[in-house]
């Protein structure tokens, strides 16, 4: 089969489409020929060597993918070959085939193109596990999207909607701006221009969020904790602000606040499996109903997995990047 390896720690460039061998499954797996895979923050940093694949993962870029099932392992009972599928990937997205476990498969949501159903795994499974899940977001409560018009961004504001939440995002431009209010955000905040924390305040008449989704980090810690009500949540999910800052913690005892950070590739597959279960069983059903549609910005051949890297790490799209083999 063909697929994109990293050729050596670096730019878009080190990109290289290859001949490799196909993956060998396991019991537990189905191998899965790729429709589409799409494009995540995490490879980017992947590419340039500061986040490695698991133990055992493929060494591929591609947390997530769409496609049709090809064999299936002798413990598989759920799929059969010839399913139409998408699964979350700990690697392995960016090739004409991936051997993924078979609690990290799913069925391709109703009214959604194979192709497309690609965009939902990775973001679907990070938003629900950790805002949804873990700071038990629910209706009636205010949430921050930070980058609202990312491929997890555009997600979160929809999924938030759909169960009764009060969205605000920032972004970074009157076009992303835009494409936040028409997915439903209540709010959207020009972080190029405004003060976020400010407007959060002038918005909620002074108390703040109760949650707040962020992939800056460091940078905007402080902020967010200033933004956070009275029994509010920071999920931390990404570090593009970088990882280290002072903070003054007594915002935390006075308003009784919770920091909370976590990734999805490094959990373990059963972890994935539990996650992945409550994605199909909570989320689907808003994307069946059309209230949770995929974003898609561009979809590139897979041999154009460099210029879909720069696209990405230009920040001028809204929504997610796929590439089809």
Same mark, same amino acid.
């Given at each position: 089969?063909?697929?994109?390896?990293? +050729?050596?720690?670096?730019?878009?460039?080190?990109?290289?489409?290859?001949?490799?061998?196909?993956?060998?499954?396991?019991?537990?797996?189905?191998?899965?020929?790729?429709?589409?895979?799409?494009?995540?923050?995490?490879?980017?940093?992947?590419?340039?060597?500061?986040?490695?694949?698991?133990?055992?993962?493929?060494?591929?870029?591609?947390?997530?993918?769409?496609?049709?099932?090809?064999?299936?392992?002798?413990?598989?009972?759920?799929?059969?070959?010839?399913?139409?599928?998408?699964?979350?990937?700990?690697?392995?997205?960016?090739?004409?085939?991936?051997?993924?476990?078979?609690?990290?498969?799913?069925?391709?949501?109703?009214?959604?193109?194979?192709?497309?159903?690609?965009?939902?795994?990775?973001?679907?499974?990070?938003?629900?596990?950790?805002?949804?899940?873990?700071?038990?977001?629910?209706?009636?409560?205010?949430?921050?999207?930070?980058?609202?018009?990312?491929?997890?961004?555009?997600?979160?504001?929809?999924?938030?909607?759909?169960?009764?939440?009060?969205?605000?995002?920032?972004?970074?431009?009157?076009?992303?701006?835009?494409?936040?209010?028409?997915?439903?955000?209540?709010?959207?905040?020009?972080?190029?221009?405004?003060?976020?924390?400010?407007?959060?305040?002038?918005? +909620? &008449?002074?108390? &703040?969020?109760?949650?707040?989704?962020?992939?800056?980090?460091?940078?905007?810690?402080?902020?967010?904790?200033?933004?956070?009500?009275?029994?509010?949540?920071?999920?931390?999910?990404?570090?593009?602000?970088?990882?280290? +800052?002072?903070?003054?913690?007594?915002?935390?005892?006075?308003?009784?606040?919770?920091?909370?950070?976590?990734?999805?590739?490094?959990?373990?597959?059963?972890?994935?499996?539990?996650?992945?279960?409550?994605?199909?069983?909570?989320?689907?059903?808003?994307?069946?109903?059309?209230?949770?549609?995929?974003?898609?910005?561009?979809?590139?051949?897979?041999?154009?997995?460099?210029?879909?890297?720069?696209?990405?790490?230009?920040?001028?799209?809204?929504?997610?990047?796929?590439?089809?083999?």
């Amino acid at each position: 089969m063909k697929a994109i390896v990293i +050729t050596s720690p670096g730019g878009p460039e080190v990109l290289q489409i290859q001949d490799v061998e196909d993956p060998v499954i396991k019991e537990d797996e189905v191998l899965i020929k790729v429709e589409a895979g799409a494009l995540n923050r995490a490879d980017t940093i992947q590419r340039k060597g500061s986040y490695p694949p698991p133990k055992g993962a493929s060494e591929y870029p591609g947390l997530e993918c769409s496609g049709t099932i090809e064999a299936v392992g002798s413990q598989v009972s759920r799929w059969k070959i010839g399913d139409q599928v998408c699964a979350l990937l700990s690697g392995g997205g960016y090739a004409e085939k991936v051997a993924v476990p078979a609690g990290q498969v799913l069925p391709i949501p109703p009214g959604v193109s194979l192709k497309d159903a690609a965009s939902f795994p990775e973001v679907a499974c990070t938003v629900w596990s950790t805002i949804f899940m873990m700071s038990q977001l629910s209706a009636g409560e205010t949430l921050l999207v930070h980058g609202g018009s990312s491929g997890i961004g555009t997600f979160a504001i929809q999924m938030a909607k759909y169960l009764g939440v009060k969205v605000f995002a920032t972004a970074g431009s009157e076009e992303k701006l835009s494409a936040c209010k028409d997915l439903g955000a209540d709010l959207c905040i020009n972080y190029k221009t405004e003060d976020f924390v400010a407007r959060v305040k002038e918005e +909620t &008449g002074g108390k &703040g969020v109760d949650v707040i989704l962020d992939n800056i980090g460091a940078s905007y810690l402080q902020r967010n904790l200033d933004s956070l009500n009275i029994g509010g949540r920071l999920f931390i999910i990404g570090f593009m602000g970088g990882t280290v +800052t002072q903070v003054n913690l007594a915002c935390l005892l006075a308003r009784r606040l919770t920091v909370q950070a976590a990734g999805l590739r490094s959990r373990s597959p059963e972890n994935k499996a539990e996650i992945v279960s409550e994605v199909e069983k909570n989320v689907w059903p808003a994307i069946a109903a059309g209230k949770v549609k995929p974003i898609v910005h561009k979809y590139f051949p897979l041999s154009e997995a460099a210029e879909a890297h720069q696209l990405m790490e230009s920040s001028t799209h809204i929504g997610k990047i796929l590439l089809v083999p």
